[in-house]
Each structure stands twice: as C-alpha cells, then as structure tokens.
C-alpha cells in the first residue's frame, strides 16, 4: 500500500530549542493532518492543512503543506517538556475519494526534551 | 462529553480464542475506522464504516471482522487470534464532511500468546 516518509525516527532535545520533522510520499496528497500521541493514549490532531502552500500555527507549533503536495512539515518553537511524545503526518491520497476520510499514517517521530 | 470511548484497554488471549473489542463514540458521527499500530509501522486501517449498517476492508483487513449494528458502536471482532494479532487497537470517528479530521479512544493493547 502507500506509504509516508517520515524523518527523522526520532529527536532528543534540550529545552527551548525548536524542532522540525517531515513527512513525504510519492503520490500526491489532498490533506496533510499532524498528530501528537502520548503514551497509553490515542493520536490527537494538532493541525490540519487542506491547500497545497497553507501555512498553519497552533500556537507555538507550524505546519506546512507542501507546494507539489507530496510533503508537508511540522516545526514547532521553543521546545518544553510536556512536548514529549511521538508525532504522526497523516494525509489523505488524492486518489481515495473525499467521501471516507480514510488517512495514510507515517511511522512517527519520537520528540524527548531534555529539562 | 466522553468523544471516543474503548473497551477493554488491555486483553491477553491465547493462540485460537476468540474476542470483540468494542469502540463507542458520542459525538454522532456518520464515519468510524478501526487501525492497528504496531512499532516503526504507524497507523494501518483495518476496517471502517461510513454509516450504520455499512462496513468496507482497509489496508489490512484479514482476520478481523466488524460490524455497525448502531450508529454510535462499532465492533471489531477476532474469529481465532493469531500471534501477529498482537498489537495497539485504535478505533477513530469523523464527521461525514470530505477531509474532516479523524477523533480516536485510547486504544486497546492486545496479546496473543
């Protein structure tokens, strides 16, 4: 089936400083979404992007859909510890239809923040 | 307002038995999914339903059955559970709008020895 890239595998940081990963695929995406998920709990959705070049803030994070629609990236500023968790990209392929809502998963990204 | 509720959290079963995981949500929502995760693999969708009564394959649908008896529950069944059964069970929910978001439980941690 498809699959999302996503890198890197993992980060270990120190507070206060700013993290970026991304996600990318080989075919084209109509929705990029990142989620957050901390241990023994689902995925939560921190931001979702719908336009090919939408930039979008939720406070101190900041997603991006890319240009060609085949990426996206999640930055997020000024790293505190409660940041700690494992954040998937999720889209939906272009050619699966709107009317499902299915997601394509990448393999997550592993944030630790050093105090 | 509870949003999207599993059960059990954990179960161990035994090579051959057989269980149902059981998903809830309260938010009326027309769409739910079930996916399993499983370490350095993500998310995978295993089964989903557009609505009540309905249900369709995912990525990885062998081994499991579900059903959509209810609006508001849906089941995902083990016939006889196999070792590579052994996973983190998600059930999501999503409003019938084109690329809304999907709401997930908590997850239900399964063992098969």
């Known amino acids: 089936g498809q699959q999302l890239n996503q890198s890197p595998q993992s980060m270990f940081i120190q507070e206060g400083e700013d993290v970026s990963m991304n996600c990318t695929s080989s075919s084209i995406f109509n929705t990029w979404l990142w989620y957050k998920q901390e241990p023994g709990e689902g995925p939560v959705l921190l931001i979702a992007?719908?336009?090919?070049?939408e930039l979008t803030s939720n406070g101190r994070l900041t997603a991006q859909f890319g240009i060609t629609r085949k990426d996206s990236f999640l930055n997020i500023s000024a790293s505190i510890p409660s940041d700690v968790g494992i954040y998937f990209c999720?889209?939906?392929?272009?050619?699966?239809?709107?009317?499902?809502?299915?997601?394509?998963f990448g393999t997550g990204t592993l944030l630790a923040v050093q105090p | 307002n509870a949003g999207v509720t599993q059960t059990p959290k954990f179960r161990v079963l035994k090579t051959g038995q057989s269980m149902t995981l059981l998903c809830a949500q309260d938010?009326?929502?027309?769409?739910m999914y079930w996916y399993r995760q499983d370490p350095g693999m993500g998310l995978r969708l295993i089964h989903y339903?557009?609505?009540?009564?309905?249900?369709a394959k995912g990525e990885v649908p062998d081994g499991y059955n579900v059903s959509r008896l209810k609006k508001q529950n849906f089941l995902l069944g083990l016939e006889s559970a196999a070792p590579s059964q052994t996973s983190v069970y998600f059930c999501?929910?999503?409003?019938?709008?084109?690329?809304?978001?999907?709401?997930f439980g908590n997850g239900t941690r399964l063992t098969v020895t």
């Open positions: 999501a929910s999503s409003p019938p709008r084109g690329l809304a978001p999907l709401h």
């Open positions: 999720a889209g939906q392929p272009s050619n699966y239809g709107g009317a499902t809502n299915k997601l394509i």
């Open positions: 992007l719908y336009k090919a070049g």
């Open positions: 339903s557009v609505g009540e009564g309905t249900t």
């Open positions: 938010m009326n929502h027309e769409y």
